[in-house]
């Protein structure tokens, strides 16, 4: 029993007509694919969806190509009219909307949406096209690295330079102090051996200048005349003794 004849009109089931796009898109695309190879044509083919999602084909490498011979074909055929402004505009327009078209395609295709209309052919060259995106990456990030472990390497070289320039000077300095002070304890040592002794601070040694006014105890005047007294009274006990012998 045949199929009986479908009705050329919008299928207002949306379950139905989701399901019939489904079956007769692969079925276009399947056509497509076998006209291309069969009988060794170029075939392009683009389908929207009713959610305005892209489905299409291409028998060459890249959609893009077809699309410019297409470009170019009609436009050599309307080479007999002049062209004015507004066309070469528009026809630059149109190159330039199918680019954007087609590169939105490939992005699409590399984040791994709308893979199902693509052929096997198509899949390994996104394939590699990623991998090769990915080598240059890590190779990007591998120089990165190196430069930045680099720059901290040199950096830690500079610090350790300025660490030792810093100890040298320090010992330096300790060294100068070190010597001077020992200067100063062998000029002293042979000045005391020649009998003239030089003291190496006379200003902590120096004896602070005696004052009369200063003076603790009896006035010297005063003691001159008891030390008189305490000779004349001895003499006067040695006469008396004398004459008693």
């Not at 011979?69 to 528009?90: D, F, G, M, Q």
């Not at 005063?222 to 006990?237: C, I, K, P, T, V």
Request: net charge neutral; glycine share 6%.
């Amino acid at each position: 029993m045949g199929r009986g004849k479908v009705e050329m009109r919008r299928i207002e089931n949306k379950i139905s007509r989701q399901v019939t796009f489904a079956k007769r898109r692969n079925g276009l695309l399947k056509k497509a694919y076998e006209l291309s190879l069969l009988c060794d044509a170029e075939v392009a083919l683009i389908i929207f969806s009713g959610r305005g999602r892209l489905f299409e084909f291409s028998s060459s490498s890249c959609m893009y190509k077809t699309l410019e011979r297409y470009h170019t074909c009609n436009y050599n055929s309307l080479e007999a009219t002049p062209t004015t402004e507004n066309e070469i505009n528009y026809q630059e327009y149109l190159k330039l909307k199918t680019r954007v078209e087609y590169l939105q395609s490939s992005q699409r295709n590399i984040l791994g949406e709308e893979l199902g209309p693509l052929s096997m052919k198509e899949l390994d060259q996104i394939e590699n096209q990623i991998d090769v995106s990915l080598k240059n990456i890590r190779s990007r990030k591998n120089k990165v690295l190196l430069d930045e472990l680099f720059d901290l390497k040199t950096k830690e070289q500079e610090l350790q330079d300025q660490n030792k320039d810093l100890r040298k000077k320090l010992q330096d300095t300790t060294n100068v102090g070190e010597n001077a002070l020992h200067m100063s304890w062998q000029d002293g040592g042979k000045s005391s051996s020649s009998g003239h002794a030089v003291e190496p601070y006379p200003e902590l040694l120096r004896q602070p200048e005696q004052d009369s006014s200063m003076q603790i105890g009896y006035h010297p005047a005063y003691m001159d005349q008891l030390n008189n007294e305490d000779m004349a009274s001895q003499r006067l006990n040695l006469g008396s003794s004398t004459g008693w012998i």
